[in-house]
């Protein structure tokens, strides 16, 4: 299947970057996606992890948050992905934007929140999302959906709105950028790459492959 983008994309160069380090940047483009019609969840992302081996794994979560600390999302810190980077606190994030044809791509270390952060957040999810957290072993093997249900339905006898405290095997985990991309599609198919990574001692900007950035990042254009 092969479409054809919009006719007037809007090109991507370096003087169009809104800030010269890329949390500035992803929050232009993040908050202009949740302005965007057809863009349902703007914090929807791929996250991949992999194995010690190396083996990969890749499922969508939701960003709760970002800023120089850090990408982050919560789950259940003994699901596949939960065990994958316990084993190696390394990921990669992919958004996708389609009607604005953008993607972003973040690659770095991986650590989990406080447990006071764990807690805020589980205070704020509504009742019942805080009882499937309670009701679900993420990622076991299960005999049916009526194994969920029973659970649930004790799970709601046992507790009262409000008073629900936050399981020990739930969390958040903060994705810290090495790397992070912006990429916007061209109808052309010459699509615009701006990648920042973190200076590097052996870094010589030099304003036409390496590009000085601001607060330890410096970005290049990747060929599409
Ligand atoms: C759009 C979307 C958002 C999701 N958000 C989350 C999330 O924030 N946290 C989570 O644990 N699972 C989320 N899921 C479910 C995961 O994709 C996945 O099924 C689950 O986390 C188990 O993954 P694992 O077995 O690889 O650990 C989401 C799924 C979709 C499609």
């Not at 406080?114 to 990622?139: I, M, N, T, V």
């Amino acid at each position: 299947m092969r479409i054809k983008y919009k006719d007037k994309s809007e090109t991507f160069t370096e003087d169009d970057l809104k800030s010269k380090e890329p949390f500035g940047q992803f929050k232009a483009w993040f908050d202009e996606a949740t302005k965007t019609p057809g863009v349902l969840e703007p914090n929807a992302m791929c996250l991949a992890t992999a194995t010690r081996d190396g083996i990969p794994s890749a499922r969508f979560v939701l960003l709760k948050g970002f800023g120089p600390d850090g990408f982050k999302f919560y789950t259940n810190y003994e699901s596949r992905k939960g065990q994958e980077l316990a084993e190696n606190p390394q990921a990669a994030l992919t958004f996708y934007w389609e009607p604005m044809r953008r993607s972003v791509r973040i690659e770095g270390r991986v650590e989990k929140t406080s447990s006071a952060d764990g807690d805020e957040y589980f205070r704020a999810r509504p009742f019942h999302s805080q009882l499937g957290a309670l009701a679900s072993k993420q990622s076991a093997i299960i005999a049916g959906r009526e194994t969920l249900m029973i659970k649930e339905r004790e799970l709601l006898a046992q507790h009262t709105e409000g008073q629900v405290a936050r399981p020990e095997c739930w969390g958040g985990y903060r994705v810290i950028p090495r790397s992070i991309e912006f990429w916007q599609g061209q109808s052309d198919r010459l699509h615009d790459r701006i990648r920042f990574r973190r200076r590097e001692p052996k870094d010589k900007p030099d304003g036409i492959l390496i590009h000085e950035g601001t607060d330890g990042w410096v970005y290049e254009r990747l060929s599409p």
